[in-house]
């Protein structure tokens, strides 16, 4: 799974799959928005192979979005 954070709250669902279309292939995305009222996030929540997965966040870790510095990284287990 993977964690993409820092999004401008105008970035919609179909906007962040274009993207990663263009990085890697995924097979299932979840947008959702912050307690902060600007900022949304996704979870990529599987990937094809860990490979994929890895060159996704080397490549769009820290990568401009929308005005905005995506952090991306590999998602950690809720703090239930």
């Known amino acids: 799974n993977i964690y993409v954070g820092n999004l401008n709250y105008r970035v919609k669902k179909m906007t962040c799959k274009r993207l990663w279309r263009t990085t890697a292939q995924y097979l299932l995305l979840n947008l959702s928005w912050t307690a902060q009222p600007d900022?949304?996030?996704a979870f990529i929540r599987r990937m094809e192979?860990?490979?994929?997965?890895?060159?996704?966040i080397s490549e769009l870790d820290g990568a401009e979005f929308f005005g905005r510095q995506m952090v991306v990284k590999e998602a950690r287990p809720?703090?239930?």
Do not use: I, L, M
């Open 39 to 41: 900022v949304s996030e």
């Open 78 to 80: 809720p703090k239930y």
């Open 49 to 56: 192979d860990s490979a994929a997965a890895a060159k996704a």
